[in-house]
């Protein structure tokens, strides 16, 4: 019997750890687009990403398979990644606090 790299594991750990916390991104997400405090730039950044998932034109066409998909997901992986990063800091650790305290009520 052949195991399994570490790596392996830890990569499935990894992506099981991220769907666990999923709707907490959500929620931190939706909070921040909704907070004053955080510019216009990085809120844009995020409609703009969602807007290209969603609406029918693509750079890369989605009826090229596994292809035209991949560049949505990139786009989105990006612009989900850079959104907290451009917020306020502050900002970001107090609705972060405010829904990790409300999950454990």
């Known amino acids: 019997?052949?195991?399994?790299?570490?790596?392996?594991?830890?990569?499935?750990?990894?992506?099981?750890?991220?769907?666990?916390?999923?709707?907490?991104?959500?929620?931190?997400?939706?909070?921040?687009?909704?907070?004053?405090?955080?510019?216009?730039?990085?809120?844009?950044?995020?409609?703009?990403?969602?807007?290209?998932?969603?609406?029918?034109f693509d750079l890369i066409p989605d009826a090229i398979p596994l292809l035209g998909e991949v560049d949505d997901v990139v786009i989105l992986v990006a612009a989900a990644r850079w959104f907290p990063q451009l917020c306020p800091p502050e900002v970001v650790r107090e609705h972060a606090e405010a829904i990790d305290r409300r999950r454990w009520l």
């Open 1 to 56: 019997m052949v195991s399994e790299p570490e790596s392996t594991w830890q990569a499935r750990a990894r992506v099981l750890d991220v769907l666990f916390h999923l709707p907490s991104f959500v929620r931190l997400y939706w909070r921040l687009l909704r907070d004053p405090r955080v510019s216009i730039w990085p809120k844009a950044l995020l409609v703009a990403a969602l807007g290209y998932v969603v609406l029918p």
